[in-house]
């Protein structure tokens, strides 16, 4: 069964303090791994997508990887406006639906 | 640009009463996904429209629940008979489709509580 997991489920930092979101998964086929960034009542906003091992991609403080088994976020010296849960998802090479995990909750303290 | 909008944003309804959750995708986005997302939960697929194919209902909970896609544009997504488990926030995504990997963007999502 395709499964995702994200860990911690809950992550406080201070700012400025660097750390990395984890994301495990296992699917039949992977076409796609997707980063997302949500913020409380609003839609998850599109950060990244990731391809094959080995990639990596960046944008601002973040950095994302991926491996054949999993994906992390890094966050170098993060901000207050930082916070949000970060959601990963993969998406199957016949393409369509997301299968997202629980996400994770980023606090970033001043 | 315009973005994926949705509405109403917020709607409280009585249990056993239908609903409909409306959906406007981006312009030119020929791809039309819903999802469900309850508290504490992560983001559950429900349903998925690609141009005339016939769409993927294979994460619709229950018989109550069904979609349309009018025109290849807006969609409605119907629950008939609400329970108080389907308090959740619905959202709608929309994306290209190709050969390419497309990534999926969302709308703010409509808050259906059930009384």
């Known amino acids: 069964e395709d499964q995702v997991t994200q860990s911690p489920e809950a992550l406080r930092l201070q700012e400025g303090e660097s750390s990395s979101l984890n994301c495990s998964y296992t699917?039949?086929?992977?076409?796609?791994l997707f980063w997302y960034r949500q913020d409380p009542g609003k839609g998850p906003e599109f950060l990244f997508t990731l391809y094959s091992a080995g990639e990596e991609k960046e944008k601002e403080r973040l950095k994302a990887t991926l491996t054949k088994k999993e994906s992390f976020l890094h966050i170098t010296a993060p901000k207050p406006e930082d916070s949000a849960t970060y959601l990963c998802?993969?998406?199957?090479?016949?393409?369509?639906?997301?299968?997202f995990g629980q996400g994770t909750e980023l606090s970033v303290k001043p | 640009g315009a973005g994926v909008s949705q509405s109403p944003s917020n709607k409280v309804t009585e249990k056993g009463k239908d609903v409909e959750l409306r959906c406007d995708p981006i312009?030119?986005?020929?791809?039309l996904y819903w999802y469900r997302q309850s508290l504490g939960q992560g983001l559950e697929f429900l349903i998925y429209?690609?141009?005339?194919?016939?769409?993927?209902k294979s994460g619709l909970p229950s018989d109550r629940f069904s979609a349309e896609r009018t025109g290849g544009s807006v969609s409605t997504l119907t629950i008939q008979r609400t329970q108080q488990e389907d308090s959740a926030v619905y959202l709608c995504?929309?994306?290209?489709?190709?050969?390419?990997?497309?990534?999926?963007?969302f709308g703010p999502g409509t808050r259906l509580t059930v009384t």
């Open positions: 995504a929309s994306s290209l489709v190709g050969e390419f990997i497309y990534e999926q963007y």
């Open positions: 699917v039949s086929g992977l076409r796609g």
């Open positions: 998802a993969v998406q199957q090479k016949r393409g369509g639906k997301l299968i």
């Open positions: 312009s030119g986005h020929t791809a």
């Open positions: 429209f690609q141009g005339n194919s016939a769409p993927d």
